[in-house]
């Protein structure tokens, strides 16, 4: 885990400005916004990659728009924060849109993502496992996409196994 | 002027232990038996049918064996050799692939409306029914075929030919067992391989137990009229006179043309068959075990004694005769023949199991009851994979809420890979677990690794179908999510299974 929200926790401690800024950001493209540089470069240090740093930035971004003061309860991932949206209102459009975010491309993703948080806005989010995951979005594989797959459903009907319990059942 | 002797001329083909091959007559064949691999033949069917009238051949020069005990001191002696040449030189005549009185196999006087040549033959049923018969012909230029290779086409053509309408004399019939799977255990050579298969007929049975050389010539005038008559012994069984033939030579003495039309029809549909498996179907009784798709490992409990006497004679017989010389036990059983769906020849089979030698235990008839439950294994947990397809390419295709017909999710569940990847890696599994049936092996333990095999099928098959769809879009991926939850449930089931037999070996590796 990188330890980006933990540095940027402990940054909104003392500097009542971060969330603001970084909240702002949102309206831009990741990593453009200039005056969030200085929150978010310390922690880069080196990074060449242009899909880590701007996912560092977005995911940032959207951790300031997510915060509330005061909120408890366990941070759970994306994926069963949106199950359990979708259980609670009841309505069948959180998984299309759930659906629509795992097929997003590069450029769509910033997009649905902040939609996705923002409809969110009850749930605690942990968005360090977010940054994590969404650093590879981009893998052959689509680990990232599969797994909040299973994660989303797995929530959504608990007697659904899914492969990472069946790899738990291999386990000799 | 009659041309080409079976009994001396070269054609069965046959493989010695240094893998050298050669072809023989039938006298040099018997003769030799015990330095003879096997009988070697591109096409299954000619390699049954020569293994068929070789046996005949033997119960009617041994005139037996009419018992067991018979048997086992022919299997302890060997074959007698003057016995073979007795009764060659009594049937000489009989054994002209080309003569005037008594052509082998053929019917003398048939004089036909047209001639025909084999290429226009092998056309003519590259279409239909008898297309297996010719696809092993090698037609050499201007068309003629060997005098071998015309006497080895001929018992398979007696052998395996199925109803095809109409012909010169009558309706074709259908030759007898021509649709079943036949088994045949292999011995250390070829004299063990046809004592193995030499089952015993009783003396009533054996003494008017005809072949077709030693009857009379059937009448053009009863053939035409539909001749008809029951078996009356294994060795008339095994060179029964299905097609009425005759073949014709030029002048290199090959085959040019050839005449064939409708023979004898079999009136004892019911008589057994000691190369067949049976099963009882509620409707019409007993019926032979047929190839299908499928292979035939997934019915190999079929091929193993019971109390039910369903299994084929041979295998019966040749584990009472080898039960005290383990050593002759036959190591492995070729099953051979044809295929066919509605009346239509779909392909020949040839499969080759290894015998489970624990067959030579007490717990013989058990072991028949041991197989079937492991396949009946693989059969649960297939239904189960083929339920996570299933509702894998529902989901797919319905995207969440379009109607889908039942057509359409079964036609893409067929071209799915995983059900037929899994039944390919259990078939592997399959020979193994037979090969390793031996008689100190406990049925506990092989049954405990069967499962962890089906466990493992079951999970790469899934693994790989998740594998080409977890990189499509995000329905794909949602379709392959909910539809895991069938796998996931039968793997518990089998863990589960598992589990037990695990603690039980534990437990006892404990005490010991």
């Known amino acids: 885990m990188s330890g980006l929200i933990a540095w940027l926790e402990k940054l909104n401690e003392s500097d009542s400005k971060v969330r603001a800024i970084l909240r702002r950001s949102l309206a831009f493209d990741p990593s453009q916004y200039v005056p969030a540089f200085?929150?978010?470069?310390?922690?880069?240090?080196?990074?060449?990659?242009?899909?880590?740093?701007?996912?560092?930035?977005?995911?940032?971004?959207?951790?300031?728009?997510?915060?509330?003061?005061?909120?408890?309860?366990?941070?759970?991932?994306?994926?069963?924060?949106?199950?359990?949206?979708?259980?609670?209102?009841?309505?069948a459009s959180t998984e299309r849109?759930?659906?629509?975010?795992?097929?997003?491309?590069?450029?769509?993703?910033?997009?649905?993502?902040?939609?996705?948080?923002?409809?969110?806005?009850?749930?605690?989010?942990?968005?360090?496992?977010?940054?994590?995951?969404?650093?590879?979005?981009?893998?052959?594989?689509?680990?990232?996409?599969?797994?909040?797959?299973?994660?989303?459903?797995?929530?959504l009907s608990p007697?659904?196994?899914?492969?990472?319990?069946?790899?738990?059942e291999t386990a000799e | 002027m009659s041309h080409f002797n079976l009994i001396d001329e070269p054609w069965i083909p046959v493989c010695f232990p240094d893998g050298s091959r050669a072809e023989l007559g039938v006298r040099d064949t018997l003769l030799r038996v015990k330095d003879i691999a096997v009988i070697e033949d591109p096409s299954p069917l000619v390699v049954a049918s020569l293994h068929r009238f070789l046996l005949a051949v033997l119960y009617r020069v041994l005139e037996g064996p009419t018992d067991i005990d018979q048997a086992k001191s022919w299997f302890k002696s060997g074959l007698p050799r003057e016995r073979i040449?007795?009764?060659?030189?009594?049937?000489?005549?009989?054994?002209?692939?080309?003569?005037?009185?008594?052509?082998?196999?053929?019917?003398?006087?048939?004089?036909?409306?047209?001639?025909?040549?084999?290429?226009?033959?092998?056309?003519?049923?590259?279409?239909?029914?008898?297309k297996v018969l010719f696809d092993h012909i090698d037609v050499t230029r201007a068309g003629t075929v060997s005098p071998g290779m015309a006497a080895r086409w001929l018992l398979a053509m007696q052998t395996f030919?199925?109803?095809?309408?109409?012909?010169?004399?009558?309706?074709?019939?259908?030759?007898?067992?021509?649709?079943?799977?036949?088994?045949?255990?292999?011995?250390?050579?070829?004299?063990?391989?046809?004592?193995?298969?030499?089952?015993?007929?009783?003396?009533?049975?054996?003494?008017?137990?005809?072949?077709?050389?030693?009857?009379?010539?059937?009448?053009?005038?009863?053939?035409?009229?539909?001749?008809?008559?029951?078996?009356?012994g294994y060795a008339d069984r095994y060179t029964w006179r299905t097609r009425s033939i005759r073949l014709r030579n030029d002048e290199t003495g090959n085959v040019n043309v050839l005449a064939f039309a409708s023979g004898v029809e079999n009136a004892s549909k019911d008589a057994l068959d000691p190369m067949l498996a049976y099963r009882i179907d509620k409707n019409?009784?007993?019926?032979?075990?047929?190839?299908?798709?499928?292979?035939?490992?997934?019915?190999?409990d079929s091929l193993l004694p019971d109390d039910a006497h369903l299994a084929p004679s041979v295998i019966e017989h040749a584990t009472a005769l080898t039960r005290l010389v383990r050593e002759r036990f036959p190591r492995s059983v070729m099953v051979l023949g044809q295929a066919n769906n509605k009346a239509k020849i779909e392909y020949w089979r040839m499969e080759r199991f290894a015998l489970p030698q624990a067959l030579l235990g007490d717990r013989v008839i058990r072991i028949r009851t041991e197989i079937r439950q492991l396949l009946g294994d693989a059969e649960d947990t297939q239904k189960a994979l083929e339920q996570a397809c299933s509702d894998f390419a529902h989901r797919l295709l319905s995207r969440g809420e379009r109607e889908i017909k039942k057509k359409d999710v079964d036609g893409f569940v067929r071209q799915m890979p995983a059900i037929a990847n899994y039944w390919s890696r259990l078939e592997a599994a399959f020979h193994d677990t037979l090969r390793h049936y031996t008689l100190e092996r406990d049925a506990d333990d092989i049954r405990l690794d069967w499962l962890r095999g089906v466990r493992a099928a079951l999970r790469d098959a899934w693994a790989q179908h998740a594998a080409s769809v977890s990189t499509g879009d995000a329905w794909a991926i949602r379709a392959l999510v909910r539809a895991e939850g069938a796998i996931g449930k039968q793997l518990k089931l089998l863990n589960d299974e598992i589990s037990k037999y695990e603690t039980h070996r534990n437990s006892q590796e404990q005490t010991a």
Request: a negative charge.
């Open chain 1, 159 to 168: 007697s659904t196994q899914t492969q990472s319990d069946i790899a738990t």
């Open chain 1, 97 to 155: 849109r759930f659906i629509s975010l795992l097929d997003a491309d590069r450029e769509q993703l910033p997009h649905r993502l902040r939609q996705m948080a923002s409809l969110l806005g009850e749930q605690p989010i942990d968005f360090e496992v977010l940054l994590n995951d969404l650093l590879y979005w981009n893998s052959e594989s689509k680990r990232t996409q599969n797994g909040w797959a299973r994660d989303f459903y797995r929530t």
């Open chain 2, 161 to 232: 030919s199925v109803s095809a309408g109409k012909s010169e004399f009558s309706h074709t019939g259908t030759a007898p067992s021509a649709t079943a799977a036949m088994a045949l255990p292999l011995g250390l050579n070829l004299e063990d391989t046809l004592l193995l298969s030499l089952v015993p007929q009783n003396r009533a049975v054996v003494v008017q137990d005809l072949p077709v050389w030693e009857r009379n010539v059937d009448s053009l005038a009863s053939l035409k009229a539909g001749a008809e008559r029951a078996i009356s």
């Open chain 1, 38 to 91: 200085p929150y978010i470069e310390p922690f880069l240090q080196g990074e060449q990659s242009r899909w880590r740093r701007d996912t560092h930035y977005l995911v940032a971004a959207l951790w300031a728009a997510h915060w509330r003061e005061g909120r408890t309860g366990t941070a759970h991932t994306l994926a069963r924060a949106c199950a359990a949206h979708q259980l609670d209102s009841g309505s």
């Open chain 2, 85 to 130: 040449e007795a009764y060659l030189a009594k049937w000489r005549d009989r054994f002209w692939l080309f003569d005037e009185k008594y052509p082998f196999g053929q019917i003398p006087d048939f004089e036909p409306k047209t001639w025909r040549a084999w290429t226009v033959l092998a056309a003519e049923h590259n279409a239909d029914n008898a």
């Open chain 2, 284 to 300: 019409t009784g007993r019926l032979p075990i047929q190839f299908k798709d499928r292979g035939l490992w997934r019915d190999f």
